[in-house]
Every structure is written in C-alpha cells, then in structure tokens.
C-alpha cells in the first residue's frame, strides 16, 4: 500500500473532512500526527501575491516581480520564453514559501469587454492552450504548481458569481473547453481552479459532467480540482461533483456539513477519499520542493523586460520607428510617462519590485535629445482644456511627440466588465489635437484589452500596442521605440473597428439570470471571417522594423491518414535590413463537412528570429485534432474525409502560401440514419446512399414523369422537386405514395436502415 493510501486509512472522518476545506485564506489543513504538512497557495497569474500577513485575504503582499499579464504574453507567441518566466515565478514561489500559483487564467477572450481580458491569453483556444501549457511547464520545472483557471465558461465579470453560460456542447468543446484541454493534457497542471458562475443550469463548483467526466475520466487530469474563493454554493453536492478542495477557509460548518453527510449515508465515503487521495498528492508533491530564500531581483527584473518587449505589437507605422538617432527635441506626453499602467486590478495585483518609469527610461536611451514632457490628460475620467493646450504646444516645437495613452486602472479589473471599448474623450481629443499639430506623432498604448481606434488612428504615424506590461515595460517600452528590439509582438485578439461588430455583442451580458453564447463558435477571428465584419486589425497581426517574405511551401504528403498528422515546412526570409522575429500561423480550412466550421482555424505557429538577408525553413507539426471537429450527434471528435486547405501566413488575414491535401479518415462511426431522417441525411450518409440511393433514382424518375405529365395550372410546374425533397424525411414521403407501396413505409425504413448496420460492421 502507498503512503498516501495508509494516511487515508489512518484519517479520522473529521481529519477527511477538514482537509477538504481550507484551513486558511492561503493554506490547506494540516494534519502533523500523520505527517502531513500544510500545502500554500497564493495568487496568480503574472507574479507571486504572497500576503505578508497570510490570515488576511487582502493583505499587503511581498514584493515580487510583476511580469507582463497573459494579454501582454500571448502577443508573444513564444513558448519558449513562457516556460522561462514560468521558472522565474517557480523561484519566486519558492522564495516566498508558495507551494501552488493560482494561474494561469485561460479563459477564451469571448468579448473584448471582460473585465478580466487582462488576465485572458486570447479569442483562440489553440494559441491560448499552447501557451497556457508551457507556462504550467516552467513553473512546474521548479517544484510549484499551476492552478488552471476559471474551468469553464467564466468570459465575463458580470454577474460572475451566479450567471448561468448556456453554450451548446460543440462550442463549449472547440472553443471553451479546448484550450484548457490542451493545457491539462501537455501541461499538467498540479491543480485546476473550477470557475465561479453556472454552466448550462450547474454551478461550475457541483459540475460533475464537468470536473469528473470531462476534465478528470476523459482529459486524464491527476491533480487536484479547488474552487474559485467562495465558488462553492452546497460543499456535499460539490463534493459529489468532483470539486477536492474549497477555498478559502476555515469553514467549521462546511467541514461538519460533510461529516454529517457522510454520517446520514448522503455522501458515499468513498467520494471523499477520492478527494482526499488528490489532495494529499499535490500536498506531497509540494513539499518535496525546499522553500525559502532568496530570487534574483535584477534577473527577473530584466526577464520581465524582455517579455514585455516580445509581447508589444506594431500596429500602425509609416516609417517614424524606430526613432532615429540625431534627434534633438522629442515631446513625451501622456500621464502614463509617468505614472505607467502595467497591471489590472483584483487578486492578480502584484506588489512589485521595482517600477520602470517611461519617461526616465526614455531619458537614458535618448542620446543627446531633450525631453520635453506634459502630462495631457488627468488623473480621472475629467477633461481639462488646459492640459490639452500645453501638451500641443509641448508637441508643435518638438520633431516627435511620443503619446502615452493608458486606458484609466479602473477599465482593466476583475469583478466588473468594462462599458464601452473607448479610451476617455480628453484622450481621444488629445490625440487628435497632438497629431494635428505635430506631423510625427506615436500613440503608445497601455491596455489589458482592444481599444477601438478609428476616431484618431488615420492621424497619427506610428502606433505601439504595449499592454499591462508588468513593472518593467516601462523600458520595454523604449527599448523597442529606439530600436534596441525589433518587435515582433502579433495581435492574439482582433481589434474591431467598433463594440457593436464584436461577435457576443447581441448575446452579452445576458438577462434574466443567464447569458446566451448565441455567437456559437464564432468568436473572434472566426465570427469576423464568416461575417466579412471589416477590423481594424485582424488577428494574429503585427508589424516588424523588418520585412518578411515567405517561399517553397511544402506538406509531407498530398494525401494523409488523420491518424498519421501531416507537416507542413515553408521557407522564411528576412528580407529587410534588420534583424527581426516572425510568428509564422498555419490555418486549416476545410473544404466541406457535414457540419459548419469556420473559415480558418489556427492549428500551428512558430517564432523563429533572423539576420538581415537570411533563410530557415520552419517545420510545423498539425496532429489528427488539427483536422477534427466536435460532432454532438456522435458525441466525440471526428475526422471527415476530405480536401483541407493548409494555409501559411503572417496573420489571419495575410495568407502567405497555401497547399491543398487530402484527408482519409480513420474514424469508424456509426451511422446516425434513424427513422426520421431526411432525403439529404440518407444521401449525405456514405452507407445511406450506397443502401438508399437506388430507391431514391427511382423516386426521382417518378417525379419527373408527373412533372412531364404536368399540364398548365398544375401548382407543380416551375418547382425544383429535388430541392423540395431534400428536407423531407424519407417516412413521410413514402407515407404520400402509401397505397402505392408493397409494404408499409415503416417497414421500407426500417429495412434500410438495417441493411445500413449490416454495412457497418
Ligand atoms: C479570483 C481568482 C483568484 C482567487 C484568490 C478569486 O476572486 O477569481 O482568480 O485566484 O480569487 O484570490
């Protein structure tokens, strides 16, 4: 018998039950007489939250690096590098005694309102799993655990704690759930964090299609399931539902409300070990890694600058960036020069080491130049004529105005959604009256999630995407405007033209307790696309100090197995002066399948950097799931066979070279033919046809000849009779011709569709 196995044998039912709940805001029970230690968690995401009086849920908490939050990260697309801040996290957890980092967030960035989009990765479950993945691999390298969250469907802080996302199962599972899928399979978080609100009418905290079905019996998640702080609503029903450990604590009366339901024969004891076994795992595994000492502040420090520069994005630039040595005057205007916005609001706020601020930074990089600041806009959501005026006149006598544009702190913040998707009107006035006065005019933006543009972008000459950068961006910042870095940071949300052509905007935020994902599938790119919505900018977009070009695109095989996946290599050249980085994007678009898909799908991308005039061929890996879609009728992931498109590009919406191949599906199916199917199910059906199609030339020659026999008047003249058929279940037109029929048209059916089985087997 295993350790773990004989503490449980030795655990009194109250020991069980109080492991079950926290003893503390931050800290699972311990349990000394049978060895087993406390296990601290702390948030999450970007940074270590370690309260300096732990008892307390609000609490100071020790300084500790503040990295750029995911929305900063996923513009990166550079797995790699996540796994290093990941390390850097574990170090810092260790140092400050954390045994689990509650992050990071992966929810799927639905609307570009969510309060918490800071903390998101993306509109794509695939770049958001791969990089929500090799995060959990860093910080798990270093002996500390990831706490996925908030699994599943918590897109939005309105309403968070109690709304009810109704989202049919095939979106749920090619959209919400795909990332985290893909997470915990490669990723394999210690923990996973159940979300606050319903989901299809269950609490998240009692789901257990949810957290046993899915996450635990089909994805293989070993570790142990927690709740969000106060998720759980009934602690007996979570239980049951898969739910290990609540928190925070301590809760007397949740502790005795399991002992009694265990007592009462309402709770299977063997429900509770179950979670006392998962929870004493991640306790064990925790505290093989030794705590304490100390981080290296400078290194992490520097780390956190090179995250925030990679995850930057050139939006707009007509060739004022980088700046140019041999400048003399430049105006820095914008409160965020000096007062940066690099972190959201709520439980991922990071008490940090040190602050880098814009302005200074720039002072250092900018030679010679002299720097001539205006705040432009306050503190609040005011206007005031006065800063307006002395920020254009700062502007008119310089050779580039640098703006700062921070989206207000109390825009980016969990517990609440944003309003609108502006920035405030003394901002847009600001920037409007800047450029208008000072040809060379950069917006620098600070900003968790889009921001729409199109009131003042057409007048300004560059602008850089910065992000909730973390406490070094600040340097980041003019790392990149002088063009210590290239960068090569590409948008992981679109950015629309407008709120009203965002995909939930008519299903969001819901009514009456509940919230439609009546946009289905199409979020983001994929709602755009089908919509052929104008953005302002596409995602997977960004642009470089260099140029790009893309060659010899090839596929390992024109025709494939989904089982045996393909590759796919192209030639990539940096065509410019410059080194430079480039996110190369593989989409797949199928040609046809028996249910719709979206246009372009991401399945694969690599960053790979580059000197002035050199080559690399990049190889990118799409496995069976890149070509799979979810099937409600047959309950799994299916393959169809099929011409797919394999499309290579620099964004969503710049296809570079493209390949067309051929997929042979291995998957054996059972035929969904019942008797109430259509002419078009039985033709569509590969054994359908093959068994019904014979009858069905007969039918038609039938109808031709009444229609031939037709004469004028006859209501049939002018009809499609095949269009009209289709969507006409087989039964009931034979049920028509009845008195014509050798044998009931039940019987005709049913006949068939036996002779469909037979084929399957
Ligand atoms: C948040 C979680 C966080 C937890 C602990 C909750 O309100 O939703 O993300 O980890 O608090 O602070």
Request: hydrophobic share 40%; aromatic share 8%; net charge negative.
């Amino acid at each position: 018998m295993s350790d773990i196995e004989s503490i449980i044998q030795h655990m009194t039912l109250e020991e069980k039950a109080a492991l079950c709940t926290g003893a503390g805001p931050w800290s699972t029970t311990a349990i000394p007489r049978l060895g087993v230690p406390e296990l601290v968690v702390s948030d999450g995401p970007h940074g270590v939250r370690r309260p300096i009086d732990a008892s307390k849920i609000g609490s100071l908490s020790h300084p500790a690096t503040c990295f750029p939050t995911a929305s900063s990260l996923a513009c990166t697309w550079d797995v790699a590098l996540l796994r290093d801040m990941g390390a850097a996290l574990a170090e810092e957890a260790n140092a400050l005694d954390v045994g689990v980092l509650l992050g990071p967030g992966n929810n799927m960035k639905r609307t570009p309102l969510c309060g918490r989009n800071f903390e998101y990765f993306s509109e794509d479950p695939f770049l958001a799993g791969e990089l929500a993945a090799s995060l959990i691999e860093g910080l798990q390298s270093g002996g500390v655990g990831a706490s996925l969250k908030h699994f599943a469907a918590n897109n939005q802080e309105y309403q968070r704690f109690s709304i009810n996302a109704e989202i049919d199962v095939r979106t749920l599972r090619e959209i919400y759930l795909a990332g985290f899928e893909r997470a915990v399979k490669k990723g394999k978080p210690w923990t996973v964090m159940c979300a606050y609100n319903r989901l299809n009418g269950t609490f998240c905290s009692e789901h257990h299609e949810l957290l046993v079905d899915i996450l635990k019996d089909e994805w293989g998640f070993e570790g142990l399931v927690v709740s969000d702080w106060g998720a759980v609503h009934d602690r007996v029903a979570a239980l049951r539902g898969g739910l290990d450990l609540e928190m925070p604590g301590p809760k007397p009366s949740r502790v005795q409300a399991v002992i009694q339901a265990v007592q009462d024969g309402a709770l299977d004891e063997a429900v509770l070990d179950e979670s006392v076994r998962r929870i004493l795992k991640i306790v064990f595994k925790a505290a093989e890694t030794p705590k304490g000492g100390t981080f290296d502040q400078q290194a992490h420090d520097a780390l956190a600058r090179k995250v925030a520069a990679e995850g930057m994005v050139l939006l707009k630039n007509n060739g004022i960036l980088p700046l140019k040595p041999g400048l003399k005057r430049i105006a820095v205007i914008g409160r965020a020069a000096e007062t940066p916005h690099y972190q959201g609001g709520g439980s991922s706020h990071i008490n940090p080491t040190r602050v880098a601020m814009p302005l200074k930074e720039l002072q250092q990089q900018a030679g010679s130049a002299e720097l001539f600041y205006a705040a432009g806009y306050p503190a609040d959501d005011q206007f005031r004529q006065d800063l307006l005026d002395q920020a254009v006149s700062v502007a008119r006598d310089a050779e580039v105005a640098l703006l700062y544009i921070a989206l207000p702190t109390y825009k980016d913040s969990e517990g609440y959604d944003r309003a609108d998707l502006d920035l405030t009107a003394q901002q847009v006035a600001l920037i409007q009256a800047v450029s208008a006065a000072q040809p060379n005019t950069v917006v620098i933006l600070n900003n968790g999630s889009a921001v729409v543009m199109s009131e003042w972008i057409a007048g300004v000459s560059a602008v850089l995407e910065a992000w909730t950068m973390g406490q070094a961006g600040g340097a980041a910042i003019a790392d990149v405007l002088f063009g210590k870095v290239n960068p090569s940071g590409k948008l992981a949300e679109t950015f629309p033209l407008k709120l009203a052509d965002t995909p939930a905007y008519l299903n969001y935020p819901g009514e009456g307790g509940k919230v439609r994902y009546g946009e289905g599938l199409f979020i983001g790119y994929r709602y755009y696309e089908a919509k052929q919505t104008p953005v302002q900018f596409p995602f997977g977009y960004g642009g470089s100090y260099t140029t790009f070009a893309y060659s010899n695109a090839t596929v390992s095989a024109a025709a494939f197995k989904d089982t045996d996946g393909l590759t796919v290599t192209v030639d990539i050249t940096n065509t410019g002066t410059v080194a430079g980085k480039e996110v190369v994007q593989v989409y797949i678009h199928d040609h046809k399948s028996a249910l719709v898909r979206p246009y372009k799908e991401l399945k694969g991308f690599a960053k790979i950097e580059l000197q002035p005039g050199k080559t690399k061929t990049v190889t990118i890996a799409l496995d069976d799931r890149a070509f799979a879609y979810y099937h409600p009728g047959y309950g799994q992931w299916i393959t169809e066979d099929g011409e797919f498109d394999i499309l290579i590009g620099a964004s969503s919406a710049d296809i570079r070279c493209q390949q067309t191949v051929t997929l042979h599906s291995t998957r054996k199916l059972p035929s969904l033919l019942n008797p109430e199917s259509t002419i078009r199910e039985w033709l569509d059906d590969p054994r359908g046809k093959i068994v019904f199609g014979p009858m069905f030339q007969q039918m038609m020659e039938g109808f031709g000849r009444a229609l031939g026999e037709a004469t004028d008047g006859n209501e049939m003249i002018g009809m499609d009779a095949t269009s009209m058929l289709m969507d006409m279940p087989l039964l009931s037109i034979l049920h028509f011709q009845d008195a014509a029929l050798s044998a009931p048209p039940e019987a005709i059916v049913h006949g068939l569709l036996q002779r469909v089985h037979q084929l399957a087997e």
